[in-house]
C-alpha cells in the first residue's frame, strides 16, 4: 500500500532513530532506500534484498529492528485513536445526562449520571512545558477509565461514583511543583553563568522567564483574587503602577510629582544622523598622540594630521560634451584628408617643388649690371650674409661641419628585388624519359599496396580488340555477356577519364582571371612608356582600336587630340608596349582615308593645309619611369596649345607634349 509524502516525513525519523542504534551513526542514502521500500509495502525479504548492497551482512538486522520498530508505533497510534474514540463516547453521554431528552423517563435511576465536578473540566495551566502537558494527558485518562468502570457500576448495581475532586487537585499541586523545581533549576543556571561572566539574558533567560510566569501562573490559580492582585502589584519584573493626585498628576509612592519621559516617533535616517554626529564628537574628544617639543625626533615643519580617507563625489558629464569632442575629432580627421589630398595634387602640379626653390631663391629682384654682396646659394650657409668672413679660416658655416656624410645608397627603380633565375627547358626526348621514369615510379608504388592487401587488384584493361585472349573460353560461353560486360568496362573507363578533365578544367571565373594575370605584368621595378604622334585621329573606327586595345592590354595613358598634334602616351609592361607599338606602327593603315581626297583636292580652293598632307604614326619616345602618372586611357579634345599642354602639367609629364610639339613643328617646317 503506497504511502504519502507527510506519512513518509513523519517516519523518517523513526528510521534515522533505528539506524543510529544499530549502527552508531546516520547515512542519508540507506535512510531514503527504507522509507521507499516501507512505503512500496515491500516484505521484509524483498527489503533485506534492496538494501544487502548497502548495509551488506547487516541488513538483516536492521532490517528486523525497522519492521519492529514500525509495528510498535502502529500499534500505540491505534490505541491512541481508540482511546480517543472513547472519550468522545463518553463525552457525549455526559452531555446527554447534563441535558436530558423530553422523551426520556425522569424516574429511571440507572440513566442518570452524576454531573462531573468542575474541579475535572478545569484547564491546565497555559503555557505549560510538553512533558507536563504529556502527564496531564495520562492523568486525565486514567481519569476517564476510572469514570468509565465508575459507569459500570451504576448500570450494575445503582451504587453512586466516589467523587473526583482529590484527583484533580492532586493533579494542579504536581504541576505546581514541577514548575517551582524547573525554576530553582533555572536559577541555579543563571548563577553558573553569571559566575563564568555571561549574563542571564538570551535564551536561558528567555527560558528562566518563561519557568517564572508559568509557575506564577500555577500559584494565581491556587490562590484567591485579592492575593493574586498583591502579588501581581509586588512582582519586580512587573509594571511600575500609575498614581495620579487630586489634580491629575504623576506622583510616586511618596506623594512627589515626577515627570514621566515621552518618546517621540522619528525617522532611521534622523537617527542615523544623530548617531553620526555623536560619533564625530567621541572622535574630536579623543586625544591625539602628540610627540614632545622636547624629543629629538619632533619636527615641526610636520603637521600631524589624521589618516582620513578622501571621499570622492559623483562627477556628472554636462549636456553634449561627448557630442562636441566627437566633432572635433571629426573635423580633424577632416582637416588632415584635406591636407593630404593639397599636398598630393600640389605634387603633381609641381607646387610643393617651386615652394621648395622659392626658400632659397632671392627676395630681391636685381638689375643685369648690379652685382650681389652675396650670390643666393651661399646666402643660405653664411651667416652674416658677407663674404669677410670666409677669409678667417676658423669661421664657422650653418649646417657644415668636420663630419663626413655619406648618402644612403638607394635601390635602382628598375632593379628587381628578387634574383631572376632562368627556367630550364628540356628537349622532348628528356620529357618522354622522365615521364616514363615518373609513371614507372606510381605503377611499382601500387602494386606494392596490392601486394600487402592495401588496395584490391585492378580489373583487367579488356578492350574489344584484345576480347579473346584476355577471357579465353568465357568468351566462347557466352558472348554475348561478355561483349556486353567488356563495353561496360570500356564506357566506365571514358566516364572516368570525362570526369577527371572536368574536374581540372577551369571554371568561367578562373579562365578569365588567368587571362588577365597573362596579360598584365609586373610594373613594381620600372614601367615603360610610349609617346606617339598622329597629325589626324578624327576617324572615329580608328580611336575605337586604340582605345580597346589599350583596355584590353590593361594599359594606362592619355590620348590629346589638337590641330595637326595627336599625342597618344600609354603605360605598360614591355610585352605590353610590343604589342601595342606594333598596332600604331603597322596594323592599322593610317593614311588610308586621306589617300583618295588628296588625289581629287585643286590646289586652289583647298583651305585646310592638313587634308592635303599624308596622315603618319611616329614613336616620339620610349623609356622606362619608376612609377604611372596616368589612370585609364582617355580621349582629350582641346582646341588650342595651352589646354593641350596644361593636360599634361597636371600629371607632372609636360615634357611629353613639349617634345611631341615640338616635332610637329620641325615636320612642318621641311613639308612646306
Request: proline share 7%; charged share 30%.
Given at each position: 500500500m503506497a504511502m504519502s509524502k507527510r506519512e513518509m516525513e513523519d517516519l523518517r525519523p523513526t528510521v534515522d532513530t533505528v539506524m543510529q542504534k544499530t549502527f552508531g551513526f546516520s547515512d542519508p542514502t540507506v535512510i531514503v532506500a527504507a522509507l521507499n521500500c516501507v512505503a512500496k509495502g515491500m516484505d521484509k525479504s524483498r527489503t533485506v534484498d534492496m538494501l544487502r548492497p548497502l548495509l551488506e551482512e547487516s541488513a538483516p538486522k536492521f532490517v528486523e529492528n525497522l519492521f519492529d520498530t514500525i509495528s510498535v508505533d502502529k500499534s500505540i497510534?491505534?490505541?491512541?485513536?481508540?482511546?480517543?474514540?472513547?472519550?468522545?463516547?463518553?463525552?457525549?453521554?455526559?452531555?446527554?445526562?447534563?441535558?436530558?431528552?423530553?422523551?426520556?423517563?425522569?424516574?429511571?435511576?440507572?440513566?442518570?449520571?452524576?454531573?462531573?465536578?468542575?474541579?475535572?473540566?478545569?484547564?491546565?495551566?497555559?503555557?505549560?512545558?510538553?512533558?507536563?502537558?504529556?502527564?496531564?494527558?495520562?492523568?486525565?485518562?486514567?481519569?476517564?477509565?476510572?469514570?468509565?468502570?465508575?459507569?459500570?457500576?451504576?448500570?450494575?448495581?445503582?451504587?453512586?461514583?466516589?467523587?473526583?475532586?482529590?484527583?484533580?487537585?492532586?493533579?494542579?499541586?504536581?504541576?505546581?511543583?514541577?514548575?517551582?523545581?524547573?525554576?530553582a533549576i533555572q536559577a541555579r543556571i543563571n548563577a553558573s553563568m553569571a559566575n563564568v561572566g555571561l549574563a542571564a539574558g538570551g535564551l536561558l533567560g528567555s527560558l528562566g522567564r518563561g519557568t517564572k510566569v508559568k509557575t506564577e501562573a500555577v500559584e494565581q490559580e491556587t490562590k484567591p483574587v485579592g492575593a493574586s492582585a498583591a502579588a501581581t502589584a509586588n512582582l519586580p519584573g512587573g509594571p511600575t503602577p500609575l498614581i495620579l493626585d487630586d489634580l491629575g498628576r504623576t506622583v510616586d509612592a511618596s506623594g512627589k510629582a515626577i515627570q514621566l519621559?515621552?518618546?517621540?516617533?522619528?525617522?532611521?535616517?534622523?537617527?542615523?544622523?544623530?548617531?553620526?554626529?555623536?560619533?564625530?564628537?567621541?572622535?574630536?574628544?579623543?586625544?591625539?598622540?602628540?610627540?614632545?617639543?622636547?624629543?629629538?625626533?619632533?619636527?615641526?615643519?610636520?603637521?600631524?594630521?589624521?589618516?582620513?580617507?578622501?571621499?570622492?563625489?559623483?562627477?556628472?558629464?554636462?549636456?553634449?560634451?561627448?557630442?562636441?569632442?566627437?566633432?572635433?575629432?571629426?573635423?580633424?580627421?577632416?582637416?588632415?584628408?584635406?591636407?593630404?589630398?593639397?599636398?598630393?595634387?600640389?605634387?603633381?602640379?609641381?607646387?610643393?617643388?617651386?615652394?621648395?626653390?622659392?626658400?632659397?631663391?632671392?627676395?630681391?629682384?636685381?638689375?643685369?649690371?648690379?652685382?650681389?654682396?652675396?650670390?643666393?646659394?651661399?646666402?643660405?650657409?653664411?651667416?652674416?650674409?658677407?663674404?669677410?668672413?670666409?677669409?678667417?679660416?676658423?669661421?664657422?658655416?650653418?649646417?657644415?661641419?668636420?663630419?663626413?656624410?655619406?648618402?644612403?645608397q638607394m635601390q635602382a627603380p628598375a632593379e628587381p628585388t628578387k634574383e631572376v633565375t632562368l627556367n630550364i627547358f628540356l628537349t622532348q626526348k628528356e620529357r618522354k624519359k622522365l615521364r616514363r621514369q615518373r609513371r614507372k615510379e606510381a605503377q611499382k608504388e601500387v602494386q606494392e599496396k596490392v601486394r600487402l592487401g592495401l588496395e584490391p587488384p585492378p580489373e583487367p584493361k579488356v578492350r574489344m580488340a584484345n576480347l579473346m585472349r584476355v577471357l579465353g573460353s568465357e568468351a566462347v560461353q557466352d558472348p554475348t555477356k561478355v561483349e556486353a560486360h567488356v563495353r561496360a568496362q570500356m564506357a566506365k573507363r571514358q566516364r572516368t577519364h570525362e570526369e577527371a578533365n572536368a574536374a581540372r578544367k577551369l571554371t568561367k571565373e578562373q579562365r578569365r582571371e588567368k587571362k588577365i594575370n597573362k596579360i598584365k605584368e609586373d610594373t613594381s621595378t620600372g614601367v615603360q612608356v610610349a609617346v606617339y604622334r598622329l597629325r589626324n585621329l578624327q576617324n572615329q573606327a580608328k580611336r575605337f582600336k586604340v582605345e580597346a586595345n589599350a583596355k584590353q592590354l590593361h594599359m594606362t595613358g592619355i590620348a590629346v587630340l589638337h590641330k595637326d598634334v595627336n599625342v597618344i602616351v600609354v603605360e605598360g609592361g614591355p610585352k605590353q608596349q610590343k604589342k601595342f607599338k606594333r598596332l600604331m606602327l603597322h596594323r592599322i593603315k593610317w593614311d588610308e582615308d586621306k589617300a583618295k581626297k588628296v588625289q581629287q583636292v585643286d590646289s586652289d580652293d583647298s583651305d585646310n593645309e592638313s587634308e592635303r598632307l599624308f596622315n603618319k604614326c611616329s614613336l616620339v619616345w620610349e623609356g622606362t619611369t619608376k612609377q604611372r602618372s596616368f589612370s585609364e586611357l582617355k580621349f582629350k579634345f582641346c582646341p588650342t596649345e595651352p589646354m593641350a599642354r596644361e593636360q599634361f602639367r597636371k600629371h607632372g609629364v609636360e615634357q611629353y607634349w613639349a617634345l611631341s610639339h615640338s616635332q610637329s613643328i620641325l615636320d612642318a617646317t621641311e613639308d612646306t
Open positions: 497510534k491505534s490505541s491512541r485513536k481508540r482511546t480517543i474514540k472513547d472519550e468522545d463516547i463518553s463525552e457525549a453521554r455526559i452531555k446527554r445526562s447534563k441535558h436530558p431528552s423530553r422523551f426520556d423517563d425522569d424516574d429511571d435511576p440507572q440513566d442518570q449520571v452524576p454531573s462531573e465536578p468542575a474541579s475535572l473540566t478545569t484547564t491546565p495551566p497555559a503555557d505549560l512545558t510538553p512533558q507536563q502537558i504529556k502527564e496531564m494527558m495520562a492523568t486525565a485518562r486514567n481519569q476517564i477509565i476510572a469514570r468509565k468502570e465508575q459507569l459500570g457500576s451504576l448500570k450494575g448495581g445503582g451504587a453512586k461514583a466516589p467523587p473526583v475532586v482529590d484527583t484533580s487537585q492532586q493533579l494542579m499541586t504536581d504541576a505546581l511543583e514541577k514548575a517551582k523545581r524547573a525554576a519621559t515621552t518618546r517621540m516617533p522619528t525617522l532611521k535616517a534622523n537617527i542615523r544622523a544623530k548617531r553620526r554626529q555623536e560619533f564625530k564628537a567621541s572622535q574630536q574628544e579623543k586625544p591625539q598622540d602628540t610627540v614632545s617639543d622636547s624629543s629629538k625626533f619632533f619636527d615641526p615643519r610636520v603637521s600631524l594630521l589624521p589618516a582620513a580617507r578622501q571621499r570622492r563625489g559623483f562627477k556628472f558629464h554636462d549636456q553634449g560634451k561627448f557630442q562636441q569632442i566627437a566633432s572635433r575629432i571629426r573635423a580633424k580627421s577632416q582637416l588632415e584628408r584635406l591636407q593630404s589630398e593639397i599636398a598630393q595634387a600640389a605634387k603633381k602640379t609641381g607646387i610643393s617643388s617651386a615652394t621648395k626653390l622659392a626658400l632659397i631663391t632671392p627676395k630681391k629682384q636685381l638689375s643685369e649690371d648690379e652685382i650681389p654682396n652675396v650670390e643666393w646659394w651661399d646666402g643660405v650657409i653664411l651667416p652674416n650674409d658677407t663674404y669677410s668672413d670666409c677669409r678667417d679660416t676658423g669661421a664657422k658655416f650653418v649646417g657644415i661641419t668636420h663630419l663626413v656624410e655619406h648618402p644612403i
